[in-house]
């Protein structure tokens, strides 16, 4: 817990040393993520495999959702300003069609991730909207050239990803934390 919650990666790195790189890299397509695109070694406990921000919502929302992973809905509906619906989305409800990992496991996982936004690397979530339903991580690639955060409250996923479309760093002193994390909670405070 204690690990995660300061970001620190030695223990991740030896779970998927312990369980299998190719093991894990498998399990990352049950949450939505390309398995062509994590590497097959132990650099995959640090997320260098490549993403988006909407597959990284949709594994968040695996979390979110009891172990389901449901289609992310990026436009719930679209109304007229008189009123009137023009769109709106299906409702996507679990089943045991959907369920990816064991309800356990989506909350244990959740309430290690409560305890990031709780007293670690994102503690200033919880802090600043002042409620303790928060759950989410903060990453920060190699030489800075990204910083994200994922998290969810119930109901909504959100990630923030900050970057260059041309990688370069964004300085010595960014972070996830520093970075994407305010902007997500800016998000989430409405």
């Given at each position: 817990?204690?690990?995660?919650?300061?970001?620190?990666?030695l223990?991740?790195?030896?779970?998927?040393?312990?369980?299998?790189?190719?093991?894990?890299?498998?399990?990352?397509?049950?949450f939505?993520?390309?398995v062509?695109?994590?590497?097959?070694?132990?650099?995959?406990?640090?997320?260098t495999?490549?993403?988006?921000p909407?597959?990284l919502?949709?594994?968040?929302?695996?979390?979110?959702?009891?172990?389901?992973?449901?289609?992310?809905?990026?436009?719930?509906?679209v109304?007229?300003?008189s009123?009137?619906?023009?769109?709106?989305?299906p409702?996507?409800?679990p089943?045991?069609?959907?369920?990816?990992?064991?309800a356990?496991?989506a909350?244990?996982?959740?309430?290690?991730?409560?305890?990031?936004?709780?007293?670690?690397t994102?503690?200033?979530?919880?802090?600043?909207?002042?409620?303790?339903?928060?759950?989410?991580?903060?990453?920060?690639?190699?030489?800075?050239v990204?910083?994200?955060f994922?998290?969810?409250?119930?109901?909504?996923?959100?990630?923030?990803?900050?970057?260059?479309?041309?990688?370069?760093?964004?300085?010595?002193?960014?972070?996830?934390g520093?970075?994407a994390?305010p902007?997500?909670?800016?998000?989430?405070g409405?």
């Amino acid at each position: 817990k204690e690990a995660l919650k300061r970001s620190k990666n030695l223990v991740t790195i030896r779970l998927v040393q312990l369980l299998g790189a190719s093991a894990m890299r498998d399990w990352t397509a049950r949450f939505g993520f390309d398995v062509q695109r994590q590497p097959d070694n132990l650099t995959l406990a640090l997320g260098t495999g490549s993403t988006t921000p909407l597959q990284l919502a949709g594994a968040y929302g695996v979390l979110a959702n009891g172990g389901h992973l449901l289609p992310s809905t990026v436009i719930r509906r679209v109304a007229t300003a008189s009123g009137a619906v023009v769109f709106e989305a299906p409702a996507h409800v679990p089943d045991d069609a959907n369920q990816v990992t064991s309800a356990r496991n989506a909350f244990l996982t959740d309430t290690l991730l409560q305890e990031v936004t709780r007293a670690g690397t994102a503690a200033r979530a919880q802090a600043t909207l002042k409620r303790p339903d928060l759950y989410g991580k903060t990453g920060t690639t190699n030489d800075v050239v990204d910083a994200w955060f994922a998290g969810f409250q119930p109901g909504l996923v959100a990630v923030v990803w900050i970057g260059y479309d041309e990688p370069r760093s964004l300085g010595s002193h960014a972070s996830g934390g520093s970075l994407a994390l305010p902007a997500w909670i800016a998000f989430m405070g409405k």
